[in-house]
């Protein structure tokens, strides 16, 4: 089935980078692309950004730009987020997800992973 | 402040149906899809309807979507204990060049 698994939580300072994963199976990895969305504590989804599986085209929130970069290692069939100038309000759930797009009219996500948590504190 | 406007609770006793709201704007509903996710307390979201009124495979009839010009609905019918979820729309924003999420209702099952 369908799998999105992502990597564990993490504690990191003011100022640090994080790099979460997300490992993908059971599906052709390049056809679809891959969201991320995140969740602070007691509060509603935001999202971030996605990246195509087939080329890694991003595209990112404007409020990140320049914070934030996703990847994709397409050998193992694995994304990434990476988060950089860590802040206490980037405190978090992360979520990838699998994207869909539909010719125009918009982008959905139908399978996602479980979470990672990411605690920045000093 | 979310760029959709959701009501942040909503309520219902069981079989009753209960219906939450989504208001946005011509950049993003009014003129893109909306897509309907649950979120069960503790876990991931879950895609419950697409493309405004679609449901995947395993997803109850109980559940329908519906848009009107740049707003949206969601109806659940037929209300049972396991509904109590937060539930959030979202749409693309071609403004923002970005997906845009509602804030989210908490629905409880009274």
């Known amino acids: 089935q369908v799998q999105l698994v992502q990597s564990g939580g993490e504690v990191k300072k003011p100022g640090a980078s994080v790099k979460v994963s997300c490992k993908a199976s059971?599906?052709?990895?390049?056809?679809?692309?891959i969201t991320w969305v995140r969740q602070a504590p007691g509060q509603g989804l935001e999202w971030m950004g996605w990246?195509?599986?087939?080329?890694?085209?991003?595209n990112y929130a404007q409020k990140l730009q320049g914070r934030v970069t996703m990847s994709t290692d397409t050998s193992t069939s694995t994304a990434y987020l990476e988060l950089r100038s860590l802040r206490s309000d980037d405190t978090a759930v992360y979520y990838c997800?699998?994207?869909?797009?539909?010719?125009?009219?918009?982008?959905?996500?139908?399978?996602w992973g479980k979470g990672t948590t990411v605690i920045v504190s000093s | 402040q979310s760029v959709l406007t959701q009501p942040p609770s909503a309520s219902g006793t069981p079989g009753q149906r209960v219906t939450i709201s989504c208001s946005g704007s011509?950049?993003?509903?009014?003129?893109?899809?909306v897509y309907w996710y649950q979120q069960l307390p503790g876990t991931a979201p879950k895609l419950l309807i697409y493309?405004?009124?679609l449901r995947p495979s395993g997803v109850p009839d109980r559940f329908s979507g519906s848009k009107s010009g740049t707003s949206a609905s969601l109806a659940i019918s037929g209300l049972r204990s396991e509904d109590e979820a937060d539930y959030y729309c979202?749409?693309?924003?071609?403004?923002?060049?970005?997906?845009?999420f509602g804030g989210g209702t908490k629905l409880t099952v009274l």
């Open positions: 997800a699998r994207r869909l797009a539909e010719a125009g009219m918009g982008y959905y996500m139908d399978v």
């Open positions: 493309r405004n009124d």
């Open positions: 979202a749409a693309w924003d071609d403004s923002l060049s970005g997906v845009v």
């Open positions: 011509s950049s993003n509903i009014g003129s893109n899809y």
């Open positions: 059971g599906y052709t990895f390049p056809n679809y692309g």
């Open positions: 990246i195509t599986g087939y080329n890694g085209n991003t």
